[in-house]
């Protein structure tokens, strides 16, 4: 029986409290599992290659996903939509829209990945999942809000058009998501506006050809001692963080975020750093 997530249960309980759970953390060329993440069981950034396999194996259904962030169209982080769709839409049709929201040209990718996995499928499959597609021009300030969530899109820099990610949930929660790019002011403005920052973090030292690197991270965090930056799209020659505001995050990591940051009362979520199994501890809620 899928689990019904901990935000969901912790909400129910009067508490305002925004999941952030790692699907993925890796890079093309790694262990990891590609860079994916679910906020709340219900907003997924990005369907990489597996990363409908990996939600059902940690218990995670993608039935339950309502809105779906695109960063870009490498296949590291769409290939999945097309499972996306068939999830939601095989032997079932929705009881409202889902909401896809991604850069321009995000519906004419979709019937293209369609006709090329499946053809003829997608005529069928389009009024079982009743998306709504949302493509963000940054030029002109692309936002979406709805289902408890404020959206706003950033330009970033990399090999195709790529956008990272302001989300802010009701209780004031700001998580910001940079997606794969280089450093670019676009990074330094959701560094700025978020109290917690995923980041692309694909090299061990300086970024190139398109990504950062861990010691562009750890510059980002120097400058913002109060902010917790989470790293993800990892290398595995990435070593584990030096600074203590700069966690390194393992594949299935769930963290909770409030309106002030990272709510954790386990120092070892902090320090940078992996015990000994290669596990972090799971963060534990400092208010309960």
């Given at each position: 029986?899928p ?41 997924l ?15 995670l ?13 490498h296949?590291?982080?769409?290939a999945?939509i097309?499972?996306l ?22 519906a ?45 899109a950033?330009?970033?820099q990399h ?10 949930d ?7 998501y ?6 670019c ?10 109290s917690v ?38 290398s ?19 963290f ?24 972090h ?8």
């Amino acid at each position: 029986m899928p689990l019904k997530p901990r935000a969901a249960r912790l909400r129910g309980k009067g508490l305002n409290l925004m999941q952030l759970h790692f699907i993925g953390t890796g890079s093309i060329l790694s262990d990891r599992l590609s860079s994916s993440a679910l906020i709340d069981g219900k907003l997924l950034i990005d369907t990489p290659n597996g990363s409908m396999k990996a939600m059902r194996r940690t218990g995670l259904d993608p039935k339950q996903v309502d809105i779906c962030l695109i960063t870009h169209f490498h296949a590291d982080h769409f290939a999945d939509i097309i499972f996306l769709f068939l999830e939601q839409g095989i032997g079932r049709t929705r009881d409202s829209d889902l909401i896809l929201v991604g850069p321009t040209g995000f519906a004419d990718h979709v019937e293209q990945l369609f006709e090329l996995s499946y053809p003829g499928s997608w005529a069928s499959t389009r009024p079982h999942v009743r998306p709504q597609f949302v493509e963000l021009d940054t030029e002109h300030g692309g936002q979406w809000s709805g289902s408890g969530y404020h959206v706003r899109a950033y330009p970033m820099q990399h090999a195709v058009p790529t956008l990272g990610y302001s989300i802010v949930d009701e209780a004031g929660a700001r998580l910001g998501y940079t997606g794969d790019t280089s450093h670019c002011p676009s990074v330094d403005t959701l560094a700025d506006e978020s109290s917690v920052l995923v980041c692309d973090t694909t090299f061990p030292q300086q970024g190139r050809i398109g990504h950062m690197g861990l010691a562009e991270i750890e510059e980002l965090a120097g400058r913002r001692p109060g902010k917790h930056f989470l790293t993800t799209h990892l290398s595995d020659d990435v070593p584990a963080p030096s600074r203590p505001n700069v966690i390194r995050p393992d594949d299935g990591q769930t963290f909770t975020i409030n309106a002030h940051g990272l709510v954790v009362s386990d120092k070892s979520v902090g320090d940078g750093k992996e015990r000994g199994d290669g596990q972090h501890k799971k963060p534990v809620l400092g208010i309960l």
